[in-house]
């Protein structure tokens, strides 16, 4: 069994940081692509951040320049961190990684979300 568990959100005021963690655990072959995804309140969930296994990021507009994604290989773990937080930025963060179990083939993993608010 993969799980994905997210951890690090909180509320902030405008112009503050938070780190966001996504630890992948179980039975793990490999891990290609992780990202980080958001969900607003009566919003579609939309891309934050992606990172291949080796390789350059993406980054939606709204975050480039205060968002940095990154990933520790070694501990199946990735990160957002999250600078110059605006009212905007508040949403439900889900972590998603394309995972290659021990058993069986290539899947679209999700956690289950982390709220960031950010408001004074």
């Known amino acids: 069994q993969v799980q994905l568990v997210e951890s690090g959100g909180g509320l902030v005021q405008p112009g503050g940081s938070l780190r966001l963690s996504c630890a992948a655990s179980?039975?793990?072959?490999?891990?290609?692509?992780m990202g980080w995804y958001r969900q607003a309140p009566g919003k579609q969930r939309e891309l934050v951040a992606t990172?291949?296994?080796?390789?350059?990021?993406n980054y939606a507009d709204s975050v480039k320049g205060r968002f940095t994604i990154s990933r520790d290989n070694a501990k199946n773990t990735a990160y957002l961190q999250m600078n110059s937080l605006k009212p905007e930025d508040t949403a439900v963060y889900y972590c998603n990684a394309l995972i290659v179990p021990r058993i069986g083939p290539l899947k679209d993993y999700w956690g289950q979300g982390t709220q960031v608010t950010v408001s004074s």
């Open positions: 179980g039975s793990i072959s490999r891990i290609n692509a």
């Open positions: 990172i291949p296994r080796y390789g350059s990021t």
